[in-house]
């Protein structure tokens, strides 16, 4: 089992910055990645890192203006959001999955966090 909790969310200016944590307990050698969900809208993928860090994957969304990372010595992985825009706005997801790769789909995830809000005002 995995246990996944968000932090870092808040509410930012358009052009800002944020940087998400999850923090993971359990085990924890998985792949992971961030998803998001807009208001009364469908989960979305963000980014995704493998185990080691070296496979990293973005929506094209967020190309250029993110990046994830992870400290596996700390079991926490982190999404720096930069040059942010209010249609980022939305619950913001970490996920853990038992494959070792990066994935894209929310179906090949298997453990979640709770979520946290980022909030873009213009």
């Known amino acids: 089992q995995v246990q996944l909790v968000e932090s870092g969310g808040g509410l930012v200016q358009a052009g800002g910055s944020l940087r998400l944590s999850c923090a993971a307990s359990?085990?924890?050698?998985?792949?992971m990645g961030w998803f998001r969900q807009p208001p009364e809208k469908e989960r979305e993928f963000v980014a995704a890192i493998n185990w080691s860090g070296t496979s990293r994957d973005y929506a094209d969304s967020v190309k250029g203006r993110f990046t994830i990372s992870r400290d596996n010595a700390k079991n926490t992985m982190y999404l720096q959001m930069n040059s942010l825009k209010p249609e980022d706005t939305a619950v913001y997801y970490c996920?853990?999955?038992?494959?070792?790769?990066?994935?894209?789909?929310?179906?090949?995830?298997?453990?979640w966090g709770q979520g946290t809000q980022v909030t873009v005002s213009s």
């Open positions: 359990g085990r924890t050698y998985y792949a």
């Open positions: 996920a853990a999955r038992r494959g070792a790769g990066v994935a894209r789909s929310v179906g090949e995830f298997d453990y």
